[in-house]
């Protein structure tokens, strides 16, 4: 192909204060095609398009679609020149309804000057019909899962006829079958000549995918190539500037006392569940979205009431009424959702990591700033989180640099058991191998670590035993040096002991 590309960004820079974001990046597009935009947590692809789908300005550099050079300065530019964007964080409107978000900018009106109700609800129908999709337009968007959120966003692409989709991270929130969905449409529209730019850190998932990729470090271009010519390694490689190995790789461990009992728990669609995680051990729920994992953790954590069962901590039984006694037990919970962490995003990171200890740091009330302050530096130099980050807003972190956050919150208070629901979505590959190190490190120092993981590989590669959950009851459980995924997926399905082979694609 040598003919002009749809798109083309050049030299493109950012600075935010001190950051310099974004520094000369380009980035090309061609109709048709799935690009790939990868790098580690705050190399800058968001910045990158936000600047194309005009929520922030560049400082520097042009953009050129048709080989012809535009200006965008707001997203309304952006709209009108055929450019969609599905940002990372969904920043819907919770009230308004599908069918009003779908008409947004271009409202019908009746003959009388009023708006046409009907007709925002007949269109929005048939926009959701284009796509396949049977949201009912009539509902709140706000009560939608994320993925029909993003159906939502898709359908108005569609319909506005986007010639360029940017989809950031879109999958890191959604199940399964929806993810398949989505990967189905990316299919339709890359047919239908729309040129779809796609950032996500799961490697498999870009290979299915995209036709090439561009890879930034640090705010600078690092290269460009196409799939077929690039290996995941090559591509890792340019992300972190070095090879990684094995990235789950660890000595073996040896189990101790039970430290986490659970019998008969039970609560609302769960259980009864029995578990126990050892002293030294490193236990992951594996199972699909929706199958009752967070919710058994929540059980466990205070956060939902129990309706039956025990738990007890080193032979100590815990009843904590909320989460702050599930703490003051020994338990310590990192949540899913970044955005459901209690993460104060106009604070900064100093205050977010230290919230939760600073009983550790009190004498009489008065809290030791300077030593809960070089504590917090330390827990952000094992994430590899940068030290001069400590007096920024969260808001101000990349995606995956807010995840350490809320991961350096929990590290600093030291518990017995430690329960971490998905710690590395969203999160670069580089942090990952850190955050697996982490939880290694963690079991070796005595403490009980259960983790849930979607991510079967992970999930796999880095505990001692898998607990596989489907419809809130653990139906099954392996030792992870035989487990295999097919044999995980097939219990999470329920198609163990049907057909061999058929557990792949089984929901969708
Ligand atoms: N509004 C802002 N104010 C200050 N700094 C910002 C702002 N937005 C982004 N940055 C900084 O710009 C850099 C690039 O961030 P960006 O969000 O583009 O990263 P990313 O590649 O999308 O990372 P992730 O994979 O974690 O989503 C980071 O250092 C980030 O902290
Ligand atoms: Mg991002």
Redesign the pocket.
């Known amino acids: 192909m040598t003919a002009e590309p749809l798109l083309r960004l050049e030299d493109v820079t950012k600075r935010?204060?001190a950051?310099l974001?974004l520094d000369n990046v380009r980035f090309d597009l061609r109709a048709g095609e799935v690009h790939a935009l990868m790098?580690?947590?705050?190399?800058?692809?968001?910045?990158?398009m936000k600047i194309l789908s005009g929520n922030i300005q560049r400082d520097g550099g042009r953009i050129v679609m048709d080989g012809r050079p535009i200006d965008i300065r707001s997203p309304l530019d952006a709209r009108a020149h055929g450019i969609a964007i599905i940002h990372?964080e969904l920043n819907t409107i919770p009230a308004m309804t599908v069918a009003e978000n779908l008409s947004l900018g271009r409202e019908p009106r009746t003959r009388f000057g009023t708006l046409d109700r009907r007709r925002v609800l007949r269109e929005a129908r048939e926009k959701l019909a284009r796509i396949g999709s049977d949201i009912d337009p009539a509902q709140p968007l706000g009560s939608l899962s994320v993925g029909m959120q993003q159906m939502v966003e898709i359908a108005r692409a569609v319909s506005e006829d986007a010639r360029v989709l940017v989809l950031?991270?879109p999958t890191a929130a959604l199940s399964r079958a929806e993810a398949l969905q989505l990967y189905a449409l990316i299919g339709q529209m890359r047919t239908a000549g729309v040129g779809l730019i796609y950032?996500s850190?799961r490697m498999e998932e870009v290979w299915q995918l995209a036709d090439r990729v561009t890879v930034?470090r640090d705010?600078s271009y690092v290269g460009t190539g196409a799939m077929g010519e690039l290996s995941p390694e090559d591509v890792v490689r340019m992300m972190v500037g070095r090879a990684m190995g094995d990235l789950y790789d660890h000595a073996p461990r040896v189990a101790g006392d039970v430290v986490l009992a659970v019998e008969g728990l039970s609560g609302d669609g769960i259980g009864p569940v029995d578990l126990e995680v050892r002293s030294g051990e490193v236990v992951c729920m594996a199972g699909l979205i929706g199958s009752g994992r967070t919710e058994v953790a929540r059980l466990i954590f205070g956060a939902d009431r129990r309706s039956g069962g025990t738990v007890a901590i080193d032979g100590v039984p815990s009843r904590p009424a909320d989460p702050h006694a599930a703490i003051a037990d020994g338990i310590g919970m990192v949540p899913e959702d970044r955005k459901d962490q209690g993460l104060f995003l106009d604070h900064s990171v100093e205050i977010n990591v230290a919230i939760s200890s600073l009983d550790r740091f009190s004498t009489a009330g008065v809290v030791r700033r300077a030593e809960a302050r070089q504590t917090v530096l330390e827990e952000m130099g094992r994430l590899h989180l940068r030290k001069n980050?400590i007096d920024?807003a969260v808001?101000?972190?990349?995606?995956?640099?807010q995840q350490k956050a809320a991961l350096a919150r929990w590290l600093m208070r030291d518990s017995r058991v430690l329960i971490l629901d998905e710690p590395t979505r969203?999160v670069?590959i580089g942090a990952k191998r850190e955050i697996y190190e982490l939880i290694d490190a963690l079991a070796r120092a005595g403490k009980a670590v259960l983790v849930i993981s979607s991510d079967l590989p992970e999930a796999i590669g880095i505990s001692d035993r898998l607990l596989v959950m489907r419809e809130g009851r653990i139906v099954h459980e392996l030792s992870s040096d035989r487990a295999t995924e097919e044999e995980v997926m097939a219990y999470a399905t329920g198609t163990a002991g049907r057909a061999a082979g058929a557990s792949h694609g089984a929901e969708a």
């Not at 790098?39 to 990158?48: D, W, Y």
């Not at 808001?395 to 640099?401: F, Q």
């Open positions: 935010f204060g950051t974001a790098g580690e947590n705050g190399a800058g692809k968001s910045t990158l990372q950031d991270e950032i850190h930034l705010g980050a920024l808001k101000a972190l990349s995606g995956g640099n969203g670069d």
